[in-house]
């Protein structure tokens, strides 16, 4: 199965530049969420939604915007790229069956920015 | 509000040496409580969870976690670790009413040494 999939795996992107980090998932998850990891900080929440058609912000959303047109993808867009925006993005869902809060993650996009 | 406190960031140890990851959090409302773990470029994966009932939990790969209401703790613990153990761990809070936001410790990295 599998699961979440993220893409890009790595970029170098040019301070200023757009950038789309794409996930897509197929377990039909209804909730899902887009974190950055930075070293010291741990995973700090950027977007969510839970559900289809719907988005929210999380603790670091200043630069980001995300959209939700279906449930199975939950793209991720630096309008207009920072260095402050370095960092590995991670996008997860969360089983709703349970209702657990349990998350499940992509292997991570790495984002440069120069 | 929710806050994650991991008590150490790096935790160096032998091989078969038993291990303890220290995780306090405070929070308003009643939560769910996580573990997980993230080997080298990779996402994160759950390790264990307390939901409600019994206080000690047992996850995979032989760890296990001790929820400790009156001290807010969240202690993870190997009574015998492996070199493939070595990896990061991040302690996590949910609410268990609505939103489902998880927030997450800044993590600790576990290093086995032969």
């Given at each position: 199965t599998a699961g979440i999939t993220q893409a890009p795996t790595s970029q170098i992107l040019a301070a200023g530049r757009s950038m789309t980090l794409r996930c897509t998932q197929?377990?039909?998850?209804?909730a899902m969420y887009w974190y950055r990891q930075d070293l010291g900080l741990g995973l700090r929440l950027i977007h969510y939604s839970n559900t289809a058609g719907t988005t929210g912000k999380g603790e670091v959303p200043d630069g980001y915007s995300v959209s939700r047109a279906n449930t199975d993808d939950f793209p991720l867009t630096l309008a207009s790229a920072v260095p402050s925006q370095t960092s590995v993005y991670f996008c997860a869902s969360r089983r709703d069956?349970?209702?657990?809060?349990e998350l499940f993650f992509g292997e991570g996009s790495r984002l440069t920015v120069l | 509000a929710q806050s994650v406190t991991q008590l150490d960031s790096q935790v160096p140890v032998f091989e078969e040496a038993p291990v303890e990851l220290r995780c306090n959090y405070s929070s308003s409302v009643s939560v769910y409580l996580f573990w997980y773990v993230q080997y080298p470029n990779q996402g994160l994966q759950l390790l264990l969870k307390y939901?409600?009932?019994?206080?000690l939990v047992k996850g995979i790969n032989g760890f296990e976690a001790e929820f400790n209401k009156s001290q807010t703790s969240f202690h993870l613990r190997k009574p015998s670790v492996h070199i493939s153990d070595t990896a990061e761990y991040f302690c996590a809070v949910t609410p268990n009413?609505?939103?489902?936001k998880t927030i997450f410790g800044a993590g600790t990295r576990l290093f086995v040494k032969a």
């Open positions: 197929d377990m039909r998850h209804n069956r349970g209702n657990d809060g | 939901l409600s009932g019994s206080t009413t609505g939103g489902f």
